[in-house]
């Protein structure tokens, strides 16, 4: 058996608010940034106007690698709709090089190549025409 979990899962509308606008931003230009707080000087993860380790509002949005490495996953194989019509498809901790842990979806990969310390990068995918870019990782290949 060799499965292929490929794009287009259903994701709900993400909600786009003042403070993660810097996020969404770069998204749309199809880079992946990482909150940075400044006064701790730690990235964190997930997108908001403070720092969860110290409460800080000054927060810097650095353009990341997108490069990453997969910490765990579960392959998911029921679901409820809209899902249940794409199972399987994967659910995954990724670590990017930022130090920070990120879930997501790793698509456009087979079961044969998934496993812990899986490289990945970053890519956003879109739904439909005007929708925002979803995050999702994807296996980094070596090319030649
Ligand atoms: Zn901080």
Do not use: K
């Not at 786009?16 to 996020?23: F, G, L, S």
């Not at 044969?112 to 990782?137: C, I, K, S």
């Amino acid at each position: 058996m060799n499965e292929f979990y490929p794009a287009g899962l259903p994701t709900p509308r993400p909600l786009v608010d003042p403070a993660t606008r810097p996020y969404w931003d770069a998204a749309e230009r199809g880079e992946l940034v990482v909150p940075r707080c400044l006064s701790c000087e730690r990235h964190f993860w997930y997108p908001r106007g403070f720092c969860p380790r110290c409460g800080g509002t000054e927060i810097e949005w650095p353009v990341a690698s997108g490069r990453g490495t997969v910490y765990s996953f579960s392959v998911v194989r029921r679901a409820a709709e809209p899902w249940g019509s794409h199972t399987p498809f994967v659910l995954a901790h990724v670590m990017l090089e930022e130090g920070v842990t990120v879930q997501g979806n790793i698509i456009d990969c087979s079961a044969e190549d998934l496993a812990p310390d899986l490289q990945v990068h970053a890519v956003f995918e879109r739904q439909e025409t005007g929708d925002l870019p979803v995050l999702r990782f994807s296996p980094l290949r070596n090319e030649g």
